[in-house]
Structure formats: C-alpha cells, structure tokens
C-alpha cells in the first residue's frame, strides 16, 4: 500500500506563479524517503498541499488510500507535520502545546496524557514540560515539533527540514531518533537542505525542481548513476607542479592539496600508483562533495534554466 | 474521530489563555465600568433624575453590562483568532482532522465565555452603585448569550480578514465603539429628535441594548421580538459566511 499517492498536483497561485506542474508522487508504506530541491522548487508547496495549510489548484492526494478531499478526516488522521519553522504558541508550555495537538486529533485525555509523556520522554524533553516553550532553545524547539506532530502515533511523518540551524551533536541524536521511529513503522517523508542526512537516512528520494518532479528512484540506483568521484588529497610534502597521471583530471588546490575526479570505471588504484610514480606521498583523502549532493547538482545543473 | 475532545481542547485552551492574562482582560472592565457607574450614574445621574421611570443609574446598568459584553466577546477572538494567524498556530489545527465548524464554534464559545464573565464582573460591580432585580431572566439570559455569540462571531470574521494588527483595531475603535455608545447605552432614543430616532434604528445594537435592558428593568424603546429576530439573523448570517470564509481558506490558507 502506498503512504501517499499523488496525482496530477498543480498549483497556480493568486499571482500566477505555477509552483506545481502536475506532479505525480508515490511513496511506499514504512519508507524512508528524501524529497528534496532547490529552494522555490515546489517542495514546500507540496508539503503544504498534503497537510492541508496550501488549496490545490486541481489534482489529487491521498494518504494511505484515503482521498484528501472526499476522506478528509480519516486521510488526516494518518499525517504528522513537523513544519520548517517554529509555529507553535510560544507562550504556552512544552507539556500543553503536545496535549492539545493530540486532544485536536480526538485523542482521549488519559491516552494523550500517557502520549504526551511518551513523545517527550523520546525527544528528551520531559524535564522541560513545565516549561514555558519560548524559552526553550532552537533545537530543543524542534524538538517540541517533532513530539507534537507524533503524539497521535500518525502513519505518515512529514519532516520539513526537522534539523535546520541545530548543532551537529542535536542533529545526529535526531538521525537516530528518526531512524527508530521508522523502524517501529512510520512512513517518513524527509525534506532537507543536508543532502549527507538524506543520503544516510532515505531509501527511496524524489527531487523536484520548478514545480516538476525531475528525478524519483531509489537512493542506490541514483548513486549508482554518478560516473565520478572527486577528491581532496592531502600531502605529506608541497608540490610544486600538478601531476598529471591519465585517466584522472587533477588539480592543485594549495601546495600541499589536490582535488581529483576520479572516473568509477577507472577506480582509485592507478591513481596511487602513478602519485607514488611521481613520490606524492598521500597522508589522507576525503570527498570533496557529498556524493548525493554532486548527483542533485548534476540534476539540477542539466535542466535548462525555464524548462517547463 | 471524536469531534467533541477537539471542541473541549480548543474551548479549554481559549480560556486558560484569558484566565492566564486576567489583568489585561478581566481587570481592565471592572475598573473602567465602576468609573462610569461613579461619575455617570452617580455624580451626574444624580441631577438628570429618572427615564422611563427608572433612575438614571437602573437605566445606564444593564447597557453598560452589555457594552462590556460586546466589546470583550469581539475583542477575545479577534486577537486571540489572530495572534494563532500571525504565529502560525492555526497550522496546529488546519493539519489536524479538526472539521470547521469545531474551530468556528470552538472560538466562538472562548469568545462566549469571556464575555459572559466580563458581563458577571460588571454586573456584581453594579450591585455596589444600584438595586436591580430581574424583570424577565429569561429574556436577560437568551439576548445575553445571543448578543455575545453575535460578537464572537463578528470578531472571528475580523480576524480571518484581518491581514495586520492595524486590521484588528479599526473595527472596535470606529465601528463597534461608536455604535455602542449610540445604541442608547446612555439615554433613551425617545430623547433624540424623530430624523436621529430613525437612524438609531439602523443600529442592530440598540435592540440588543433594550431587550438586555427590558429583561432587567422592564423598559424599554423597541419591540423584544424584533430585537431577538435581529439579533437571531445576524447571527445565522454571520455562522454562514466565517464557515464560506474557513471552508475557502481565506485569509488562512495560500
């Protein structure tokens, strides 16, 4: 069964910008999956369609098989919303702000109690419950977001950008906590400017751009498809020219760095070797662009600006 | 689902948020009505005497009552409407399987309950200034009730429309205040000349105001049938267009 079914999705708005062309969308139950783009691609515009906050122009949506506009209630009742930005009343404690999202999901008051306690205990904000939320900081407010959107236990969880602004140690905790909840079986569907988070996270991705959904496969099989790997060499020693070794296009970033782009189908070994030839001594290598980002670049590099 | 949690969430809510600032919402009007009840009922009522065969303060009580209820009915789900517009909190809702007539009714009632209790504060106040008993209790409580669900749904509209804070001023300030104060809290239209009589019948608060204040003194300048059918019909229309306005998205959705 699929978690969402997207069909034919447009959306022109008040001032004539058509933010989605017809797009047509389907995720799988229990996946993990990257929707990702540029910004002004349409992302957030088909987010907000799905939950409801953005009218469509024409087309449909259903999430787990119930239609969004003739199954509303129950098509609702599947979806959690963890937005881009801070939307909930700041004034309000972290305890109150969960309990009155799951008392407007119809949950009764002794299961949203336990719910509530739960969620927060799971994104490590229980001591924070009495608190009042505008004086959380901006991690432990994203937080609150995720807790909110999940104490309804909703099949679907949308994260927009869950992990924008928030330090590497919150963001890692996050990838965990967000990988456990997959694993106990909610659909995710993941949106992020990190594109190292969707690469480790997400099986399955879709990347739109200009209202257009421009890629949509599985993670491996698009990895697959990059034909080059670039590097960044350190060295032992300065080198004065930049080598030159067939089959490699090399260039020098300082004297003591190279960057590399290496063919998949010619591999790393002949490229030592012929350092070695040259008595480059290598002390360490990294990617130089995270490979799925270099794939979303090539994607978005090849379509022709205004491309409809 | 179970529309009735989401109902008692959201009315819930609302009035912990005006129980939570009680000084700026519960205060304010007891204050503001013990002075006119002083100055207007008590220094210069003195000397106007009676109208109708009331006193001037038994004839300036159960306006004032009301005018506090209106204004404090429109004036909590306007902003407190807006401010969950303005902060996004309204996505809270929109995502969540909340029908519309539940956050429509569930702000109204917020706007209810606030008005009411404003409405019981002035009216134990103005047991200190005059000696009131009930004419008709169920004529008080019905335009009572009616007039401030007219109000919380007018405030409603005002805050689905309302596009900046400036929005949400203009109404009470020259629209609500003005007709208020001239919807005969102070004097009888019978005081007025016959040109000024007739335009104070355009007035959907005089009638409000009079049926109030027959239900508490038993006097009054217009027929209560058609104030409860005034008040009745704006309240249908208004129910009908804020669900238009919510089942459209405007003012709330892209």
Not at chain 1, 26 to 49: M, Q, R
């Amino acid at each position: 069964m699929n978690a969402l079914s997207i069909r034919k999705l447009r959306k022109t708005y008040n001032n004539g910008f058509e933010a989605l062309k017809g797009i047509n969308l389907d995720v799988e139950a229990g996946d993990f999956f990257a929707l990702l783009g540029p910004n002004g691609a349409g992302k957030s515009t088909a987010i907000g369609i799905i939950s409801s906050l953005v009218n469509e122009t024409s087309g449909s949506v259903s999430i787990f098989g119930h239609d969004l506009k003739t199954d509303r209630s129950r098509a609702k009742s599947c979806l959690g919303l963890v937005p881009q930005e801070v939307n909930f009343n700041q004034f309000e404690t972290v305890r109150s702000i969960v309990l009155n999202q799951a008392g407007y999901y119809g949950t009764p008051r002794k299961l949203a109690l336990q719910r509530t306690e739960q969620c927060l205990k799971q994104m490590d904000l229980w001591d924070k419950r009495d608190t009042v939320s505008r004086r959380l900081s901006g991690g432990m407010k994203r937080r609150v977001m995720i807790a909110r959107a999940m104490v309804h236990a909703p099949k679907l969880l949308i994260l927009d950008e869950p992990t924008a602004g928030v330090d590497i140690e919150i963001r890692r905790a996050m990838w965990k906590m967000m990988q456990e909840v997959n694993e106990q079986g909610t659909t995710i569907i993941l949106t992020t400017h990190y594109l190292e988070e969707a690469e480790s996270l997400c099986r399955n991705i879709a990347i739109i751009d200009q209202g257009q959904i421009i890629e949509n496969s599985d993670m491996a099989s698009l990895l697959a498809r990059l034909h080059i790997d670039h590097f960044v060499l350190d060295l032992a020693e300065p080198v004065v020219t930049t080598p030159v070794i067939a089959g490699y296009q090399i260039e020098r970033i300082t004297d003591k760095a190279l960057n590399v782009a290496v063919p998949k189908e010619i591999g790393l070994n002949l490229l030592f070797s012929g350092l070695s030839a040259n008595n480059i001594k290598v002390i360490s290598m990294k990617n130089k662009s995270n490979r799925l980002e270099q794939m979303f670049m090539d994607l978005i590099d090849s379509k022709p600006a205004g491309e409809q | 689902m179970n529309y009735f949690i989401a109902f008692k969430t959201l009315i819930k809510k609302e009035v912990f948020r005006f129980i939570r600032i009680w000084p700026q919402t519960l205060l304010p009007p007891a204050i503001t009505t013990a002075l006119y009840f002083l100055i207007f009922g008590k220094l210069i009522g003195a000397r106007i005497g009676t109208i109708s065969g009331a006193t001037y303060m038994d004839y300036i009580v159960p306006g004032i009552i009301l005018m506090s209820v209106i204004s404090h009915s429109y004036a909590n789900v306007v902003s407190s409407f807006y401010s969950t517009k303005f902060q996004r909190n309204i996505e809270e809702l929109l995502v969540a399987p909340v029908p519309n007539w539940v956050i429509l009714f569930g702000y109204v009632s917020g706007g209810i309950i606030r008005g009411l209790l404003v409405g019981m504060v002035v009216a134990l106040i103005s047991l200190v200034f005059a000696d009131i008993t009930v004419n008709n209790a169920l004529i008080t409580v019905s335009i009572v009730l009616l007039t401030a669900t007219l109000f919380s749904l007018a405030g409603f509209i005002n805050a689905v429309l309302a596009e900046s804070f400036d929005d949400i001023s203009i109404v009470p300030n020259f629209i609500l205040t003005p007709l208020s104060y001239l919807g005969g809290v102070f004097y009888s239209v019978s005081m007025l000349p016959e040109i000024w009589q007739t335009v104070s019948k355009g007035n959907p608060i005089l009638y409000m105001i009079n049926a109030f204040r027959y239900g508490l003194i038993g006097v009054t300048d217009i027929d209560i049938q058609l104030a409860f059918n005034i008040t009745g019909g704006f309240i249908v229309a208004l129910t009908l267009l804020s669900l238009f306005l919510l089942h459209k998205g405007i003012g709330i959705k892209s």
